[in-house]
C-alpha cells in the first residue's frame, strides 16, 4: 500500500501537524511533517492527560499565577516540537521546519473591552517576547483589526509571522501588505523574510449549509475550496516579483471534514501541490489508512457554472463578519478553559 501522506509531500506540500503532542509529533515527523501548530485546545487536551502532572507540579511550585503557568507549559511543549523540527528547518534554510506559538487569545476576549491600539501594542510586546531567541518559531497572530495592526511593526522588528482566522481575501490583502511594509524596513533586509498566512476552509462550507442552503450539490461543500484556492492564486502572484529569498506562503487550515460522509482526504487532496497543510491528527491517521495516492489538485479549480453560482449567491462580506465573530469567540473561551483546567489540577495535585 502507498503511503498517502508521502505521495501528498511529493506533489508539493509541506505536511504541518496540528498539535504539539510529543507522542505525535514524533509519529508524524516519521510520517514526513515538518512543522506543527499550537493553540490553548491542544494544550487543555494535554493537561487532561495527565501525562504532564509533574512538569505541572514544578511550575506550580514556582507560580501562583495560572496564566503564567500557562504560558511557560506552552513555551516548554513548542520548545520541544522545535528541536524535533528544527533540521527540517536546517535543511530548507528556513522555508520549513517551524511551529507556530500563539499570542494571548483574551486580548480579543469582547468581555475585556481593551480598546484596539492597547491590544495592538500588547500583540507587538508579546509578539517580539515569545519569538526572542528562536530560530523556528512562528508568532501566531488573528487577521482581526487589532492583529491586523500588529503586523506591520512586528514584521520589521524581524519577527516570523502566522497570520491566522483568515477567511477572506479582504483580510488576506490586509496582513500581506501590512507584513510586506513591514519587511521592507528591516534592518536586517529580507534574507531571512518568511510569512504565512493560515487561510480556514471547512468552516466556511458548515456556514453556507446554515447559511446559503440554497446553494446546488455541486456548489455546496465547495465554497471553502473555491475560496482558497483563489486567495493562494493571489499570494502567489503578489510574491512572484518581490525578490524574497523565502517562499511567502498560503496555510491551508480547518482541513479536517465536518459531515461524516464526506471522506478524510477531501480537502487534503484538494490543496495537494503547494504551501503547507497544517491538518489535525485524526485527518493524517485517516489519510494515511485510505491507501489513496495524492498527486497536484491545487490549480484545479470547479466548472465555471459552479463558480459564477458561488459568486452570486455567497456574500463574502457576511461570510467574514460571522465567521469571525465565531472565530473570535473559539479563540478566546478555550483559553478561559484552559486556565480554568490549570486552576482544577492546582487543586488537585496539592492533594497528592
Known amino acids: 500500500m502507498t503511503s498517502p501522506l508521502k505521495s501528498l509531500i511529493a506533489s508539493g506540500t509541506k505536511l ?5 503532542d510529543p507522542d505525535l509529533v514524533a509519529s508524524n515527523r516519521k510520517l514526513g511533517a515538518t512543522g506543527a501548530t499550537s493553540n490553548p485546545i491542544i494544550i487543555a487536551d494535554l493537561i487532561k492527560t495527565g501525562r504532564f502532572d509533574d512538569d505541572l507540579d514544578k511550575l506550580m511550585r514556582d507560580s501562583r499565577d495560572d496564566d503564567q503557568i500557562a504560558w511557560k507549559l506552552t513555551d516548554h511543549l513548542v520548545r520541544q516540537a522545535q528541536q524535533v523540527f528544527l533540521p527540517a528547518w536546517k535543511e530548507t534554510g528556513g522555508n520549513d521546519g517551524y511551529v507556530s506559538f500563539e499570542l494571548d487569545p483574551l486580548l480579543e476576549d ?3 473591552n481593551m480598546p484596539q491600539n492597547q491590544r495592538t501594542a500588547r500583540y507587538v510586546e508579546l509578539g517580539k517576547r515569545w519569538s526572542a531567541g528562536h530560530q523556528n518559531r512562528m508568532i501566531k497572530v488573528p487577521a482581526t483589526p487589532a492583529g491586523l495592526a500588529a503586523l506591520e ?3 520589521a522588528a524581524g519577527v516570523t509571522l502566522n497570520v ?7 483580510q488576506y490583502q490586509a496582513a500581506r501588505d501590512a507584513i510586506w511594509r513591514g519587511a521592507q524596513r528591516r534592518a536586517a533586509g529580507l534574507e531571512k523574510f518568511k510569512s504565512v498566512y493560515s487561510i480556514f476552509v471547512s468552516r466556511l462550507d458548515v456556514y453556507t449549509e446554515k447559511a446559503v442552503p440554497q446553494l446546488s450539490p455541486a456548489a455546496q461543500g465547495m465554497v471553502g475550496i473555491v475560496n482558497a484556492k483563489r486567495i493562494w492564486r493571489e499570494n502567489q502572484d503578489f510574491w512572484a516579483n518581490k525578490g524574497t529569498p523565502l517562499k511567502q506562503e498560503m496555510i491551508f487550515a480547518s482541513t479536517g471534514v465536518k459531515k461524516p460522509q464526506d471522506p478524510a482526504w477531501k480537502y487534503v487532496e484538494a490543496f495537494a501541490g503547494s504551501d503547507i497543510e497544517t491538518n489535525p491528527p485524526a485527518t493524517n491517521d485517516a489519510v494515511e489508512k485510505s491507501g489513496r495516492a495524492i498527486a497536484r489538485h491545487i490549480d484545479e479549480m470547479p466548472e465555471k457554472a459552479v463558480l459564477d453560482e458561488i459568486d452570486r449567491l455567497v456574500d463574502i462580506q457576511q461570510l467574514e463578519r460571522t465567521l469571525m465573530e465565531e472565530g473570535i469567540k473559539k479563540f478566546a473561551d478555550p483559553q478561559k478553559a484552559l486556565l480554568h483546567l490549570i486552576g482544577e489540577k492546582r487543586a488537585a495535585l496539592a492533594g497528592r
Open 153 to 155: 511593526d512586528l514584521a
Open 16 to 20: 504541518w501537524l496540528d498539535s504539539i
Open 110 to 112: 469582547p468581555s475585556a
Open 164 to 170: 491566522t482566522l483568515i477567511f477572506s481575501s479582504r
